[in-house]
């Protein structure tokens, strides 16, 4: 009896260790990698993807050289084999874009593994980030070439939600934004930044200094309000006034100065001075850059009024 | 017993099948584990992806012609003459197939062959080892319509009369002015060439760098001024040249590890003006009391000195948990100038007895900037970012008085006790920026977040030493049922600040002789009441949402705006208010495969309302203030940008049409108000329309050819005060360049065939 009863015992020990065995803790990837995908889905665009990085298995680090689509997809068993006429197919593990029930977390995070680093080095905690935006509401994979990166159609990705600046683009005075020669990442990085507004440098001036080294200084005598913030003074868009400024001189100048010893700031400069001798010269051409032309600051020994 | 015995052996029998099963289920698993020699490869009876007849690379050549020789229609492309123009665009690329030995790629591109805004780059690189790339581009802008000058020397840096000009008083008595004007055209050209490499030292490893150069050539639109009195300035808006040289050097080492990543980077600028000053012949006879050898007398500006810069920087990351990550930079920046002085005047005739106190500006600026980010999510529903800026400029440019000589119009005045004595402030500035926000998701589909940010800034010679900022924001996001999505946002901010020092810079850069001679009341450089809006105490209220819906598949709607106010309670004069709206209605329909169209509306307005008082001398401030001297200027904006598109395959693959139409109008209205003592007539409002249609036909002839027929149309007009019907002579005290506000009326036809390859 007892030899019975030891048999049975070992044969239930050896049951409970194979089965402890069988219990998987790695992700459960398919055996033949993208050519199970491909059983259904081999159309385009889906198949574009094979043109692109993504697919090169020669580089290690791409997911074609690990487990393909689960790479991104993630480990997708319940998806891979058929279903019966009138069942649902459950879904790949992730699925990407903002309509899909995968948390957007969860989504970032599979690009994430790889592009965490350069640019996505700050996306932790920015803006577009704390937002729930999803890597896949800008960048489309299955497709020969993302429209964020190409220079000509990267502006429009941008547009979907900011409308306001794509109305900017239509303003009198503006950057080449519409030829594409000034696009939104030579300014911005939507990934995170340490500066404000998503720029790529730390402070909006050293942004505009990449382009117009010539206002960089430092000047003998410094505008202070150029030295500090470009955008005290100017919108980099697109305006209605000219040289991308927020508002017009004289009015623009007034709000900071209104002279004591220079009288000609104080005056109102109403439509009696279009076609007075004195109004003229403030409100007509370049109005009070017709003197001030140094405005961003000036080297010159007399320069203190900038207009030397 | 007979029963026991059995039951015995029916266990062990169900045990051993159990086992049986099992064994042979983890077999069956063990075909599914991974074979890491082999990795994944397809077999070859493996699904395959489909051929597709999908082209890579492109060449593009053919013709266009554009009827319209207006600069601001050709600003940024240069279709700013009315004849042809060849079009040449190309993206020829090759990229290893994805399951060969090699991950070789490389590509050459170029756009707008034909035009001045050219581009040609290009690349080649073994993916995952290396990268070598180098471009090209060309930027013109055109900047004004119809300017003239009666100058001679356009392009040097010297500008002089005809032998015969007649000086005159005022621009009325330049008899000789329209028979000498000239066109000219003004703008600039940048050609930029920009290469290096990123190389893959390791799979965490790698380096990076770019080096640019930058010419940009041309001419700028720029006032030069003779005369002291501000009442009596005799100008002119001149040619200046712009020959400058930029060039940087970018280097980057940067590691990436699975948990962590840094970089460290260096950034060299340098920045080279070819021309140190400019000058001018001055045409108006002097209204000072003056010997008439004044009358040859020579304007001179300085141009935007020689100067460079340097960046060092760290940016690291760390992952310290799943949910929890900490990001960081630092970097430390130097701004030189030293660029030698131009003299007090370049007038020969003027006295000067006083030389300049050094021989260039010294001018140094260091900049230093940290910032930290930490990011967590304690729980599942709740996230937390919190983080620390510090951001600084120490201008160390050395502090000495200058013996200010005015406008090339006065002899040089020494005495101490004279307005002319003047000392340079070198703005610096500290600020100290912290952020925290938290999200907290309920219900599946929604999150609120609560945040505040306090931002203190300390500046150097300013007329606040210190300001302090506090930004309180809420957001609710929700989602429905993946159709109707948005979000709703307000914001409040408050900046106050130290005592308001309206004399600090007056007090600072004049010298103590001169200001003993000034009464007390009037030690000022504007008027007491008056507040710098960047330095002012402020309110602000700010509004921001989203809404997307899709009410069907194909169909997309989205609206986006915000409107903010911003209320300067504290300053008399100034800015005092500003508001602003936009608003903007995106729609997208798939009709159906073939066919597509967009549009949108957007709305803005900007307003803002600023209060002056006029004096006619500096004695006013030592009486009470006249109310009827006071006025106030409210400019407001209002802007309306539509947009459609379609985009429509006719006959699939063989014959598609795509069509975009944009119109925008601006109106900016200066509307004020003011005391009876003070003359109100309105300002002509300023008026911007623009139509803007682009239609493309693409006719497919064969497999891999297919031929193009473009058209743009483009009406833009623009009413401007400052500058329509004003030629170089309609203002008394500015001899202008007569160019007016731009109106064209544009038609560019263009045919050209794509081999696709």
Not at chain 2, 206 to 212: A, D, M, P, R
Not at chain 2, 352 to 375: C, I, M, Q, Y
Request: charged share 20%.
């Amino acid at each position: 009896m007892k030899k019975k009863y030891f048999l049975f015992l070992s044969l239930l020990l050896l049951s409970f260790l194979a089965l402890a065995d069988t219990v998987k803790t790695e992700p459960e990837y398919a055996k033949r990698g993208a050519a199970s995908c491909l059983k259904c889905h081999d159309e385009l665009p889906i198949t574009l993807i094979y043109q692109t990085p993504h697919a090169q298995q020669t580089d290690p680090d791409t997911p074609f050289a690990q487990h393909q689509c689960e790479s991104c997809h993630g480990a997708s068993p319940q998806h891979i084999p058929g279903v019966l006429e009138g069942e649902k197919k459950p879904a790949p593990s992730i699925v990407f874009g903002l309509q899909s029930n995968t948390p957007i977390e969860q989504q970032n995070q599979q690009c994430l593994n790889c592009h965490q680093q350069g640019l996505r080095m700050h996306w932790q905690g920015s803006q577009h980030q704390f937002a729930d935006l999803a890597c896949a509401s800008c960048h489309k994979i299955h497709v020969k070439e993302d429209n964020v990166l190409i220079r000509q159609n990267q502006a429009d990705v941008c547009f979907t939600c900011h409308g306001e600046q794509r109305a900017q683009l239509y303003r009198r005075s503006r950057h080449p934004i519409k030829e594409a020669k000034t696009i939104c990442s030579d300014c911005h990085n939507p990934h995170g930044s340490s500066g404000e507004k998503l720029l790529v440098e730390n402070t909006i001036n050293e942004t505009c200094y990449r382009c117009h080294a010539e206002k960089r200084g430092p000047f003998l005598w410094e505008h202070p309000p150029a030295s500090e913030d470009c955008s005290i003074c100017h919108t980099a868009h697109g305006s209605t006034q000219p040289a991308l400024l927020n508002n017009r001189a004289p009015f623009l100048c007034q709000q900071c100065h209104s002279g004591v010893e220079s009288f000609h700031t104080n005056v109102l400069y109403d439509g009696s001075g279009v076609s007075s001798s004195g109004g003229q010269s403030r409100l007509l051409a370049k109005s009070c850059l017709n003197c001030h032309s140094n405005i961003h600051g000036s080297n010159h020994p007399s320069g203190v009024r900038f207009d030397r | 017993m007979i029963g026991n015995n059995e039951q015995l052996n029916s266990v062990t029998l169900i045990l051993l099948i159990s086992l049986l099963s099992i064994s042979a289920a983890h077999a069956a698993e063990d075909d599914f584990m991974l074979d890491d020699e082999d990795g994944f490869m397809l077999d070859d009876e493996a699904e395959e992806p489909a051929e597709e007849k999908n082209f890579s690379s492109y060449i593009e050549l053919g013709g266009l012609y554009s009827s319209s020789d207006s600069q601001k229609f050709g600003e940024y492309t240069g279709l700013n003459k009315q004849h042809g123009f060849v079009i040449g665009n190309f993206n020829i690329q090759q990229r290893d197939a994805y399951d060969s030995d090699s991950a070789a790629y490389w590509r050459i591109t170029g756009t707008d062959l034909g035009l001045d805004s050219r581009f040609i780059g290009a690349e080649y690189g073994q993916q995952g080892s290396y990268k070598l790339f180098f471009e090209y581009d060309q930027l013109p802008h055109n900047q004004l319509v119809g300017a003239r000058t009666p100058f001679d020397g356009v392009g040097t840096d010297y500008l002089h009369l005809p032998d015969t000009w007649v000086r005159g008083a005022t621009t009325t008595g330049m008899t000789l002015l329209n028979d000498s004007l000239k066109n000219i055209d003004i703008g600039t050209e940048r050609r930029k060439y920009n290469g290096g490499f990123i190389l893959d030292l390791s799979r965490q490893w790698n380096v990076k760098l770019v080096l640019q150069h930058e010419d940009k050539e041309g001419l700028q639109a720029t006032g030069g001024v003779m005369g002291v009195s501000g009442f009596n300035p005799l100008s002119i808006v001149a040619p200046k040249p712009i020959d400058q040289e930029s060039n940087d050097v970018d280097v980057q080492v940067a590691f990436n590890g699975e948990k962590g990543q840094v970089q460290l980077g260096y950034h060299l600028s340098l920045f080279d003006n070819h021309i140190d000053s400019f000058s001018w012949q001055n045409p108006y006879e002097l209204r000072l009391p003056s010997p008439s050898g004044y009358l040859d007398n020579v304007g001179g500006l300085a141009t935007d000195p020689d100067n460079q810069a340097h960046k060092f920087s760290l940016s690291a990351a760390y992952r310290l948990a799943p949910k929890t990550r900490i990001n960081g930079s630092f970097s430390y920046g130097l701004m030189l100038q030293d660029n030698p002085y131009i003299a007090y005047t370049v007038n020969p005739l003027l006295s000067v007895d006083s030389p300049v106190p050094r021989e260039s500006a010294g001018a140094k600026v260091e900049t230093l900037h940290a910032n930290l980010v930490f990011t967590t999510k304690p729980l599942k529903s709740v996230d937390i970012r919190s983080s620390y800026t510090y951001d600084q400029r120490d201008n160390d440019t050395p502090i000495n008085d200058y013996a200010v000589l005015r406008n090339d119009s006065e002899n040089q005045i020494t005495q101490l006790n004279s307005q002319t004595i003047r000392t340079q402030l070198p703005y610096g500035r500290k600020q100290h920026r912290f952020k925290i926000d938290s999200g907290y998701r309920f219900l599946a589909r929604n999150k609120l977040s609560i945040g505040y940010a306090y931002e203190r800034n300390d500046r150097d010679y300013a007329e606040v030493e210190l300001t302090d900022e506090h930004n309180a924001h809420i957001k609710l996001a929700s989602s429905f049922m993946n159709m109707l999505n948005g979000w709703v946002k307000y914001e409040y901010i408050a900046r106050t600040g130290s005592e308001y020092q309206g004399d600090a810079l007056y007090l600072q850069s004049h010298s103590a002789q001169y200001l003993a001679t000034v009464p007390e009341a009037v030690r000022f450089e504007n008027d007491p009441l008056i507040r710098k809006f960047n330095l002012a105490d402020v309110k602000r209220n700010k509004v921001s949402f989203a809404l997307n819906w899709l009410p069907l598949e194909p169909l997309s709607v989205g609206f986006n705006g915000h409107y903010s106010q911003d209320d300067y309670e504290q300053s008399e004069l100034g800015l005092i208010n500003a508001e602003n709206f936009s608003g903007t209605v995106d729609l997208n329909y798939a009709i159906n495969e073939g066919l597509s169209l967009y549009s949108f509306y957007s709305y803005e307005y900007f307003q803002n309302q600023q209060e002056g008082y006029t004096r006619f001398s500096n004695v006013g401030l030592l009486f009470s203030r006249d109310p009827e001297q006071f006025w106030q200027v409210d400019t407001l904006d209002k802007i309306n940008t539509v947009g459609v598109g379609v985009d429509w395959s006719v006959i699939k693959g063989a014959f598609d049409l795509q069509l975009d139409y944009t119109y925008s109008d601006a109106l900016t209205e200066t509307n004020t108000r003011q005391g009876s003592n003070l003359n109100g007539d309105p300002l002509a409002d300023l008026k911007t329309t623009l139509h803007s249609l682009n239609l493309r036909a693409n006719y497919r002839i064969l497999e891999n050819m297919r031929l193009q027929l473009s058209y743009r149309y483009e009406f833009f007009i623009t009413d401007d005060f400052a500058l329509d019907n004003i030629s170089p002579d309609s203002i008394d005290e500015v001899l202008g360049l007569g160019n007016f506000s731009p109106d064209y009326n544009a038609h560019v036809v263009g045919l050209s065939a794509f081999y696709e390859f």
